[in-house]
């Protein structure tokens, strides 16, 4: 007779979890949450600035990091704009010894990101309230593992030469709430131009090149700062966590910014629902995640005329949730070739069980 199961005990590398000791993760057939860092190589991604509601964005913090702390955390928004992207990741696989030998996945993506800062933490993040995904793979792994808000989505994100005429996400959702409302196939987000063609120019393989073009296209606001030549100057004050600065950040420049430091720190609510009490979590974290830039290819400015129209569906409510419009004109749009890798994660706040 064979002798009973008993898992290995490990200890958590970064030592950042309430518990001092975990079960070994069960490997079994099916599985499709692989370990992690990951890495994705070649990416594009457009990038597209929009108006939002600040009071709804400090709402979403407080309903998702401050409030399922009791108040440990104060996190809040730092400007009433957010950063809707559209990534075509065609390689992205586990960088862990064993299940590199997995193989890759081609993924799609979509996201609406907005910068959030902590006051006690004095520190800056990045919060993805929706995120959808066309791999099965790639939602599992996120979901499970970090705690990213991923679901299943139908994505066209033309990858070439030349800025897209259309980019666009349908899900199956509800259009509407009811007792006898059935799930449809809904277009999301669409983002659209008219105009003639247009090639796309990137006169530098840097990031700071991105970040100083896309700088220049903004208000005459920083003109005097460029004049100077101190950009990056320019930056380190806008962006000096804990100070009056951030009362206003622009999206774009931040995230740009954080590409040129090789890195853009995530806060996730990762959480599971309890099997037994249908309205209690039986795990709850706030995780901070980086992603780490390994190498910037190409980027810059894509034309001014995009329109991006967002669907009111209750399924979907970002409008609602974000204080987004139905259509809205992005303040910049931009577009980036880059490799990244999505570290392991941190363990911020956990709540306790029992």
Same mark, same amino acid.
């Given at each position: 007779?064979?002798e009973?199961?008993?898992p290995t ?14 079960p070994?993760?069960?490997?079994h057939g ?14 594009r991604?457009?990038?597209?600035v929009? %108006? ?11 309903r998702?990091?401050n ?14 704009? *957010? ?6 990741? %065609?390689?992205?696989?586990?960088t862990?010894?064993?299940? *590199?030998k997995?193989? *890759? ?7 609406i ?12 993040a ?18 499970e ?6 679901q299943l989505?139908e ?6 030469d ?12 509800f259009?509407?709430y009811g007792? &006898? ?6 277009? *999301? ?7 003639a %063609?247009?090639?796309l ?29 101190d ?13 009056h ?19 853009? %720190? ?15 979590a ?9 992603m ?11 034309p ?6 967002? &669907? ?23 577009w ?8 392991l994660?941190?363990i ?7």
């Amino acid at each position: 007779m064979s002798e009973p199961y008993k898992p290995t005990l490990v200890i958590p590398a970064s030592g950042a979890s309430s518990l001092p000791r975990l079960p070994a993760y069960v490997e079994h057939g099916g599985e499709i949450a692989c370990r992690h860092p990951a890495d994705a190589l070649g990416s594009r991604m457009y990038g597209f600035v929009i %108006p939002a509601l600040r009071d709804r964005l400090d709402a979403f913090c407080r309903r998702c990091f401050n409030d399922p702390t009791g108040g440990q955390e104060q996190w809040r928004a730092v400007s009433d704009q *957010v950063l809707l992207n559209f990534v075509d990741i %065609p390689t992205m696989g586990s960088t862990d010894e064993e299940d *590199v030998k997995l193989g *890759v996945t081609h993924e799609r993506e979509a996201a609406i990101w907005f910068p959030v800062y902590e006051p006690h933490r004095n520190r800056l993040a990045w919060a993805i309230p929706y995120m959808f995904v066309d791999s099965g793979l790639a939602l599992a792994g996120g979901r499970e593992v970090y705690g990213f808000p991923k679901q299943l989505g139908e994505l066209e994100i033309p990858v070439g030469d030349t800025a897209p005429p259309k980019l666009t996400l349908n899900t199956v959702t509800f259009a509407t709430y009811g007792p &006898a409302s059935e799930v449809t196939d809904e277009r *999301v987000v669409a983002v659209e131009r008219a105009g003639a %063609p247009v090639e796309l120019s990137s006169e530098g393989s840097e990031a700071t090149y991105a970040l100083d073009t896309v700088i220049k296209a903004m208000s005459a606001v920083v003109e005097q700062r460029l004049a100077t030549g101190d950009v990056l100057g320019w930056l380190e004050d806008l962006f000096r966590e804990g100070t009056h600065y951030l009362h206003d950040v622009f999206p774009h420049v931040l995230f740009l910014r954080d590409l040129v430091e090789e890195r853009a %720190p995530m806060l996730l609510l990762k959480q599971f629902r309890d099997a037994h009490v249908p309205g209690a979590a039986c795990y709850q974290a706030l995780v901070d995640v980086d992603m780490q830039v390994l190498d910037f290819h190409a980027g810059g400015l894509l034309p001014d005329d995009y329109r991006v129209t967002i &669907a009111r569906l209750e399924g979907e409510p970002i409008s609602r949730e974000l204080g987004i419009a139905e259509t809205s004109v992005p303040s910049i749009a931009f577009w980036l070739d880059f490799d990244f890798l999505v570290k392991l994660g941190t363990i911020l706040w956990q709540a306790p069980v029992g």
